[in-house]
């Protein structure tokens, strides 16, 4: 076997071993040329999104995403093909009502010249951390409402009491005299009723 054969040969089994790793990282992988046509997609991405159920390989970005994101991910793809590295955030609203939160890191990929052919985009999915921390917001909402109601209700409650005022609820009752329809004994306080 001549050592280009070889080297081909190695070249090839460290392929397979990088689309097997590629393959089956939970992490959505995509690589993308200067013209922001997609060369690379890996089956979690294409899991991840509705959007590569059909086939995107050689296609352009522009044509792929929804308009309400295309527009970012183009900013950030361009910076990144300036060489520096882009790392955002965004959420999408599928047509379905189904919200999603990911977070996006975009690598220029430079040849041995030193030129810049592409741009690796690695993307996480964070909806369910997102999600959750929604709920805790809200939680902690309500958590405040209540606690400024029970607040109020205590300062009512500690008023009534020092201002020696009678709750509107017990309005049935009669100081100092005779209660009503005989249904209690009167004291010095007022009426007391029995149950």
Same mark, same amino acid.
């Given at each position: ?7 081909? !040969? !190695?070249?090839?089994?460290?392929? @397979? ?17 200067? &013209? ?27 044509? =792929? ?9 183009? =900013? ?8 520096? #590295? ?12 189904? #919200? ?9 990929? #430079?040849?041995?010249?030193? #030129?810049?052919?592409?741009?690796? *985009? ?5 909806? =369910?951390?997102? !999600? ?6 809200? =939680?902690?909402?309500? @958590?405040?409402?209540?606690?400024? &109601? ?6 009512? &409650?500690?008023?009534? @009491? ?16 005779? *209660? ?10 007022? *009426?007391?009723?029995?149950?």
């Amino acid at each position: 076997m001549n050592l280009q054969s070889e080297r081909k !040969k !190695k070249r090839s089994e460290k392929d @397979t071993e990088l689309n097997a790793i590629l393959s089956n990282i939970p992490l959505g992988i995509m690589r993308f040329d200067s &013209a922001f046509n997609y060369l690379y997609i890996n089956p979690f991405m294409q899991q991840l999104s509705n959007i590569f159920k059909t086939a995107q390989l050689g296609r352009a970005l522009s044509d =792929a995403l929804p308009k309400e994101i295309s527009p970012l991910i183009q =900013a950030h793809l361009t910076q990144a093909f300036t060489g520096n #590295k882009a790392a955002f955030q965004y959420n999408y609203t599928y047509p379905d009502g189904n #919200k999603v939160y990911r977070e996006v890191i975009m690598v220029p990929e #430079k040849n041995t010249e030193g #030129k810049i052919e592409t741009v690796l *985009c690695l993307v996480v999915d964070i909806t =369910a951390g997102e !999600k959750a921390e929604l709920i805790k917001m809200a =939680a902690l909402q309500e @958590t405040e409402k209540l606690r400024k &109601a029970l607040d109020e209700h205590a300062i009512v &409650a500690f008023t009534n @009491t020092h201002n020696n005022m009678i709750p509107s609820k017990l309005s049935n009752v009669m100081p100092r005299g005779r *209660c009503q329809n005989g249904t209690g004994t009167s004291s010095n306080n007022g *009426c007391l009723l029995t149950i």
